[in-house]
């Protein structure tokens, strides 16, 4: 699974400095791959190979956001989620439309830190 932030974010910004995946970005802020990470290169669906410093735009225009595919819910590296035990209104929640095992969350983590 991963996590999401929810509207009743207050953009204070514990969660962002906590992420060890660099998966929280502020509102409109374009994000990347390669941040926080050791990716160089990523392929996509559709086999094309791209840019890990490549630019994407903004998830959310108005609160602080979670890429999903960078989220491992801090498997590996703490007991549990850093952003939701630190975020002093209690809005990063289990993304219920991107459920993962923490298998696949740990290979996520392997994948983004090259281990």
Not at 57 to 83: A, M
Request: hydrophobic share 35%.
């Amino acid at each position: 699974m991963a996590l999401r932030i929810t509207d009743a974010c207050i953009n204070c910004g514990a969660c962002q400095i906590e992420c060890p995946n660099n998966a929280i970005y502020e509102a409109a802020q374009n994000w990347s791959f390669a941040e926080g990470t050791h990716l160089k290169t990523i392929e996509t669906q559709e086999g094309e190979i791209i840019d890990a410093q490549k630019k994407f735009p903004p998830l959310d225009d108005f609160i602080y956001y979670i890429v999903t595919d960078k989220c491992t819910e801090c498997n590996g590296f703490h007991d549990e989620p850093q952003c939701a035990f630190v975020c002093p209104v209690d809005c990063c929640i289990i993304d219920e439309n991107n459920l993962e095992t923490d298998e696949e969350l740990l290979l996520k983590k392997a994948w983004l830190h090259n281990q």
